[in-house]
């Protein structure tokens, strides 16, 4: 396997079973200090810099948790409209970079533009780690996720992932890509003009995960383990940043996870993940359901991104 420290986390396409594996095995580790709200010493000499280009809630403020959990530094922005990125001079980021990896030891990169992270990772002598590129990936969300799953399931081997809404999501390419990696089935259900592409699903099949298609959730809830979420009332992740207009729609019955149709038809032991921000294809009296793990994997998002954190840092092999 090789090793973490020094690296940068741009894909999970790559991603091999023992890494996953050894990296559940540190947030294993490292989850008490969390769980029990500790701070420890372990990156006390280290800072983290965030640079992020689109808005934020979860991913830059659960690896500013983490990084401060595991007793580090943070400096960066959440805005790039207040640096010179953002302003007249558009500054690229190559030069933008080259100022960064002088203000800390890790950056975390959020952009509007696919390939963004994976630029500045050319450019940094300090590992960078990709918080969402455009339509691309996520994957220390996806990270999160299994995670989230190993925890909560005991497992992630066997088990039958419904995903549902915009498959152009940056989670689903990460997830897909970590599926190929265990014993997965794959089901996604998404308008045709937010399905995945002809080619993706190619190269996903080429590593022996084909993923199905349905036209309704109310086809397959029946099959689902996890049913992993994502709107499709959706932002234009392709934009530094997508106001909302006066009408932003509803979703089809086809794409909505509610209380009647999981009592209906899922199973029991099923589970709900979704990153969130949610809109009306998760209504809130979910929430309460048995099936809800959406704020259980908030939770492990912290402990994703200590482990995460102290690996590419060095602190622990
Ligand atoms: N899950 C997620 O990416 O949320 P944010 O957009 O709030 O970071």
Same mark, same amino acid.
């Given at each position: 396997?090789?090793?973490? $420290?020094?690296? #940068? ?7 091999? @079973? ?8 540190? =947030? ?5 200090? =969390?769980?029990? @709200? ?41 805005? =790039?409209?207040?640096? @010179? ?6 500054? *690229? ?6 100022? &960064? ?5 890790? &950056? ?24 969402? #590129? ?22 992630? #081997? ?9 498959? @152009?999501?940056?989670?689903?390419? *990460? ?43 109310? #086809? ?14 959706? $932002? ?12 932003? /729609? ?19 032991? *099923? ?16 929430? *309460? ?11 492990? /998002? ?8 102290? &690996? ?6």
């Amino acid at each position: 396997m090789r090793s973490f $420290a020094g690296r #940068d986390i741009l894909s999970l396409k790559g991603f091999e @079973r023992a890494e996953f594996e050894h990296v559940f095995e540190v =947030a294993d580790d490292l989850e008490p200090i =969390a769980r029990e @709200r500790r701070n420890t010493d372990l990156l006390a000499e280290k800072t983290l810099v965030t640079a992020f280009y689109q808005p934020s809630t979860r991913t830059r403020l659960a690896h500013e948790a983490a990084m401060h959990r595991l007793g580090g530094h943070v400096t960066g922005f959440a805005d =790039a409209k207040m640096t @010179r990125a953002g302003d007249f001079y558009q500054e *690229s980021i190559k030069d933008t970079v080259h100022m &960064l990896e002088y203000y800390g030891d890790v &950056l975390v990169m959020r952009h509007f533009q696919q390939g963004a992270p994976h630029e500045a990772a050319r450019w940094a002598s300090i590992p960078v780690i990709n918080a969402g #590129d455009g339509w691309g990936e996520h994957p220390t969300q996806v990270l999160t996720d299994l995670y989230t799953v190993r925890r909560e399931v005991g497992r992630v #081997d066997g088990l039958t992932w419904v995903c549902i809404g915009d498959m @152009r999501m940056r989670t689903m390419h *990460s997830l897909a890509y970590a599926l190929t990696q265990f014993d997965a089935r794959m089901i996604s259900i998404a308008p045709p003009e937010m399905s995945l592409t002809d080619e993706f699903k190619a190269e996903i099949a080429e590593q022996n995960l084909v993923i199905e298609e349905a036209e309704h959730i109310r #086809d397959v809830i029946g099959e689902a383990d996890v049913i992993y979420m994502e709107p499709v009332v959706q $932002a234009d992740y392709t934009k530094g940043r997508d106001e909302r207009g006066d009408d932003v /729609g509803t979703t089809p019955d086809n794409y909505r996870v509610t209380r009647e149709l999981l009592a209906e038809g899922a199973k029991p032991s *099923s589970i709900i993940l979704h990153s969130l921000p949610r809109m009306d294809e998760l209504p809130t009296d979910v929430d *309460s359901t048995r099936h809800a793990r959406y704020w259980q994997e908030a939770y492990y /998002g912290v402990v994703m991104r200590m482990a995460l954190l102290a &690996l590419v840092l060095g602190a622990v092999e």
